[in-house]
């Protein structure tokens, strides 16, 4: 198998896209698919069960069961073709025995057991057979040898293997009807060993227009098209007629396979893991659904290339651990930020309450033209209360945070769970940190003010006044104000808590004097006198 090459233009954007969502969708009604031949194999093996029914009819069920099993189970179809031998020979016809061990012969190719194949076909009597029945034994006995060459791959003794198939293929193009799907196989089987693109492809676009194509057939004469179009470098058409084969295959509940196989080796060689992986997985499981021994070991190699692959992005994910260490270090960073930016507003509040507490001993003996005043300062007593809780509650939850993802970091780290830490990393979502920190300002502030948002529409006409969703609390533009309200005059100071720029802070406040019914110049002044609870 040829290494990994670069995605080429064709597997990133090309029509063959829709058949490959067509094929995953397919996949993902696989049992649908199996279940509706389940219960076809269900209805015939209760006739067949039947005491009612004579040998004849029993063996002419058997032959129906085995159609049914002979793509999709080998042990199943093994049984009824030993069935089929001892009906035929109880009824002592000639014929049937014959047919018997043909569909064997099919089956034991189809497990890879060449040795008991070339032994039961060797046993066929073909006089016996009705001139279809003929085609087929030596079609089959084409098929046999080459694969027999395909598994073997000596150069020595592969090249009398293909030639003794091209002459069994010749023997049965001579029995076929001319037109029919058997004819157009043989021809796009021998269009295969002699490497003539040309005619492979007239006879499967001649398969294509038969009225009555099954799936199955679909399935076969798309992927022996396939092989020739990679063999003459045109990659995309291969690809193309192996989707359409797997498709079929999926539909057709069609467990012997190799389209699917083929397609996890396209995948693989032009950088397409994802599907590589997913169409592998899926060709293991037929193979050994089926009993499918050759195909079980080509698909083995594979799927430990396309294994190792895995492995090696794995190790890539590993070197990448130092940019994700950096960014945890700068999401920790932004945490602390924030933890310093609380611890100066607390600063802040306690020298105000130093003040607050100095101007009420004041104010207690100033006459009652100074009381408006004291209630003022009560007012910021209450909110420097208010606050300092609201403050140390936030901080100790950011403190829980950080100490918590430390400490999972720490976890994955040494565990080398590196796709944990990625998910880790992902959940941190500074936007909704933020806005909770601004909800929970809002909450706070309201419960403080809660007048304020019908004062500070008071000071606007009635179409330039704001309203507010039935969930929502303050807006951008509010908030600036209510951060005024508090004493946070400073617009560097409130962009930094409200995470805006500042030149937003001051088109928001622009915006909002301008459409004020009071002059710009005392607007802030009028917020201030704002009263609280």
């Known amino acids: 198998m040829l290494g990994v090459v670069p995605m080429t233009a064709w597997a990133q954007a090309s029509p063959n896209d829709s058949l490959l969502t067509e094929l995953h969708r397919a996949l993902a009604q696989k049992n649908t698919y199996d279940g509706q031949r389940l219960n076809r194999i269900a209805v015939l093996t209760a006739d067949f069960a039947s005491a009612e029914v004579s040998d004849n009819t029993r063996f002419d069920l058997a032959l129906r069961i085995y ?28 014929e049937k025995i014959e047919v018997a061990q043909l569909k064997l012969a099919f089956v034991l190719l189809s497990s890879g057991l060449f040795k008991e194949t070339f032994e039961t076909l ?26 027999l060459g395909n598994f073997n791959q000596d150069q020595s003794y592969r090249p009398a293997y293909y030639a003794k198939a091209l002459a069994y293929a010749d023997t049965a193009l001579q029995l076929c009807r001319p037109g029919s799907y058997e004819c157009l196989e043989v021809q796009e089987f021998r269009a295969q060993k002699n490497n003539d ?67 996890s080796d396209y995948c693989y060689r032009t950088g397409d893991l994802k599907n590589a992986y997913a169409f592998i997985r899926e060709a293991r499981e037929n193979a050994t659904f089926y009993k499918a021994r050759q195909r079980q070991l080509e698909i083995s190699h594979v799927s430990s290339v396309i294994e190792g692959q895995k492995i090696n992005i794995i190790e890539s994910q590993r070197k990448s651990l130092k940019t994700y260490a950096i960014i945890m270090t700068v999401l920790a960073g932004v945490v602390i930020a924030f933890a310093v930016v609380s611890a100066l507003a607390l600063r802040r509040l306690r020298k105000a309450d130093q003040l607050v507490f100095a101007a009420n001993r004041e104010l207690r003996a100033r006459n009652d033209e100074l009381h408006q005043l004291n209630s003022g300062l009560n007012e910021a007593n209450q909110i420097k209360e208010e606050y300092i809780g609201y403050y140390f509650h936030n901080n100790s939850q950011y403190i829980d945070k950080l100490e918590t993802l430390k400490k999972r970091v720490e976890a994955l780290l040494s565990s080398k769970q590196y796709a944990g830490l990625q ?71 409130i962009s930094r808590m409200l995470g805006y720029s500042i030149n937003t802070i001051y088109t928001y406040k622009t915006r909002v004097k301008n459409r004020s019914l009071v002059p710009n110049e005392e607007f802030e002044a009028r917020i201030q006198a704002i009263e609280a609870v």
């Open 423 to 493: 998910k880790l990393v992902d959940g941190v979502n500074i936007k909704t940190e933020r806005n909770e920190l601004l909800k929970g300002f809002d909450t706070v502030f309201l419960r403080l003010f809660p007048n304020f948002i019908a004062q500070f529409n008071s000071l606007f006409r009635e179409e330039d006044r704001l309203t507010l969703a039935d969930d929502q609390l303050l807006t951008a533009e509010l908030r600036i104000f209510a951060l005024i309200r508090l004493g946070i005059a400073d617009s560097e100071q």
């Open 197 to 263: 693109l040309a005619a492979a492809a007239a006879a499967y676009a001649e398969i294509r227009r038969l009225p009555r194509l099954t799936q199955h057939q679909l399935a076969v004469s798309a992927s022996t098209t396939a092989y020739l179009y990679e063999q003459a470098g045109q990659p995309e058409k291969a690809f193309e007629l192996l989707l359409v084969s797997a498709i079929a295959d999926v539909k057709s509940a069609t467990k012997e396979t190799t389209a699917i196989f083929k397609l």
């Open 122 to 147: 060797d046993s066929i009597d073909a006089r016996r057979l009705t001139r279809p029945d003929r085609q087929s034994l030596y079609f089959l006995k084409a098929r046999a040898y080459s694969d």
């Open 67 to 94: 159609d049914e099993y002979k793509a999709f189970k080998y042990d199943s179809a093994f049984v009824y073709c030993q069935k089929m031998r001892r009906l035929a020979n109880r009824l002592h016809d000639p």
